[in-house]
């Protein structure tokens, strides 16, 4: 195996050069969880692995719930399932709220303060409410929790997320509301460690793969022990490389995409396709500072440059920036991907 059969074969498994999944629900609980801090492009990160999907088909099933958003791993918001999310937040949460903790202290929130908010935000969202941000903070100074700066009240929250408290509700308008975690997700699985720790490893080995351990630690936020301990129950189900000196898994069944070398993908910012500890497989290191905050475009399977968008009122505005200059090929591949994230908008593509 190679890095660029490592690229081929992680672009077939994430479902980008093939698609399997009709709904979104399911293609989210392939990948186990799908990074959303940015909720437009994570909509589009779903939508460029389905067939024909639209951003009003994302939407609907975040309306409905079949797929929620919280705060689950790293910490960082992620898109997950509602059968998912409490077996996830079990192994995870700890993970989170340790990282957290150093700004728990700096923002004067302790247990004590934890309980007080958790109280009152169940309180004010039982029954099905759904509540904007701004309304929980309302909630909360009126049951005498201060949450003065954007900070405090912001780790409040994403603390009530990960003690499995909220989760997303539907938009209202442009902005997000949160629901009771248990009147959104009643049907939500628990696991024991053991099978939580292993059925994550499956959900990311056989989605991700090939990757190492360590690619699972910086995905996942576990331990590498427990990462291993996870490995190791599953991965009898799994084949194995090592190339230059490190030992990638990966599906038994998984096949390299060949025809995907010569199609060029538009990939959003923070797309699961760059969230490895080692990207050395899709992207030259000496470009890797240019992927900031920045959308992907991916050639022949390597990361080759960025893009961005500007929405118009009758068209979306899409540049590139190629780390090289694109050969006619290339170019002809990135106007089909263009087209593509067009369609995905219902609108007309300007390349600029």
Same mark, same amino acid.
């Given at each position: 195996?190679?890095?660029?059969?490592?690229?081929?074969?992680?672009?077939?498994?994430?479902?980008?050069?093939?698609?399997?999944?009709?709904?979104?629900?399911?293609?989210?609980?392939?990948?186990?969880?799908?990074?959303?801090?940015?909720?437009?492009?994570?909509?589009?990160?779903?939508?460029?692995?389905?067939?024909?999907?639209?951003?009003?088909?994302?939407?609907?099933?975040?309306?409905?719930?079949?797929?929620?958003?919280?705060?689950?791993?790293?910490?960082?918001?992620?898109?997950?399932?509602?059968?998912?999310?409490?077996?996830?937040?079990?192994?995870?949460?700890?993970?989170?709220?340790?990282?957290?903790?150093?700004?728990?202290?700096?923002?004067?929130?302790?247990?004590?303060?934890?309980?007080?908010?958790?109280?009152? /935000?169940?309180?004010?969202? +039982?029954? &099905?409410? $759904?509540? %904007?941000?701004?309304? @929980?903070?309302?909630?909360?100074?009126? #049951?005498?929790?201060?949450?003065?700066?954007?900070?405090?009240?912001?780790?409040?929250?994403?603390?009530?997320?990960?003690?499995?408290? /909220?989760?997303?509700?539907? +938009?209202? &308008?442009? $902005?997000? %509301?949160?629901?009771? @975690?248990?009147?959104?997700?009643?049907? #939500?699985?628990?696991?024991?460690?053991?099978?939580?720790?292993?059925?994550?490893?499956?959900?990311?080995?056989?989605?991700?793969?090939?990757?190492?351990?360590?690619?699972?630690?910086?995905?996942?936020?576990?331990?590498?022990?427990?990462?291993?301990?996870?490995?190791?129950?599953?991965?009898?189900?799994?084949?194995?490389?090592?190339?230059?000196?490190?030992?990638?898994?990966?599906?038994?069944?998984?096949?390299?995409?060949?025809?995907?070398?010569?199609?060029?993908?538009?990939?959003?910012?923070?797309?699961?396709?760059?969230?490895?500890?080692?990207?050395?497989?899709?992207?030259?290191?000496?470009?890797?500072?240019?992927?900031?905050?920045?959308?992907?475009?991916?050639?022949?399977?390597?990361?080759?440059?960025?893009?961005?968008?500007?929405?118009?009122?009758?068209?979306?505005?899409?540049?590139?920036?190629?780390?090289?200059?694109?050969?006619?090929?290339?170019?002809?591949?990135?106007?089909?991907?263009?087209?593509?994230?067009?369609?995905?908008?219902?609108?007309?593509?300007?390349?600029?």
């Amino acid at each position: 195996m190679t890095p660029f059969d490592i690229a081929l074969l992680r672009l077939s498994n994430q479902q980008i050069a093939r698609h399997t999944f009709e709904k979104p629900a399911d293609l989210v609980g392939w990948l186990g969880a799908v990074q959303a801090q940015d909720y437009a492009s994570a909509k589009w990160a779903l939508g460029l692995r389905m067939y024909g999907a639209t951003d009003d088909d994302i939407e609907r099933a975040f309306t409905d719930g079949s797929i929620l958003r919280t705060h689950l791993m790293r910490p960082t918001w992620h898109f997950v399932t509602p059968g998912d999310i409490r077996w996830i937040l079990g192994l995870t949460a700890p993970r989170v709220h340790a990282i957290n903790a150093t700004y728990y202290r700096k923002l004067d929130l302790d247990q004590t303060i934890f309980r007080r908010s958790n109280t009152a /935000l169940v309180r004010a969202l +039982r029954g &099905g409410k $759904q509540l %904007t941000r701004a309304e @929980l903070r309302g909630v909360l100074q009126r #049951a005498g929790i201060a949450t003065e700066g954007l900070l405090r009240l912001g780790y409040i929250v994403m603390h009530a997320e990960l003690d499995g408290i /909220l989760c997303s509700g539907p +938009r209202r &308008g442009r $902005q997000f %509301t949160y629901m009771l @975690l248990d009147e959104r997700a009643p049907q #939500a699985a628990t696991l024991t460690r053991e099978e939580s720790l292993a059925e994550l490893a499956r959900r990311y080995f056989r989605s991700h793969g090939p990757a190492t351990v360590q690619d699972f630690v910086w995905w996942s936020g576990l331990t590498t022990a427990d990462a291993r301990n996870g490995l190791e129950v599953i991965k009898v189900q799994l084949s194995y490389e090592v190339v230059e000196g490190q030992t990638y898994w990966f599906s038994a069944y998984s096949l390299p995409a060949e025809s995907s070398a010569q199609t060029a993908y538009l990939l959003p910012n923070y797309d699961e396709y760059g969230s490895y500890k080692d990207r050395s497989a899709v992207i030259d290191p000496s470009n890797t500072q240019k992927l900031v905050f920045s959308h992907m475009v991916v050639i022949n399977g390597r990361i080759a440059g960025t893009w961005k968008r500007t929405l118009k009122k009758n068209a979306v505005v899409i540049e590139s920036n190629s780390f090289l200059p694109l050969t006619k090929a290339e170019k002809e591949a990135f106007t089909m991907a263009a087209r593509q994230y067009g369609a995905f908008l219902e609108l007309p593509v300007v390349l600029a």
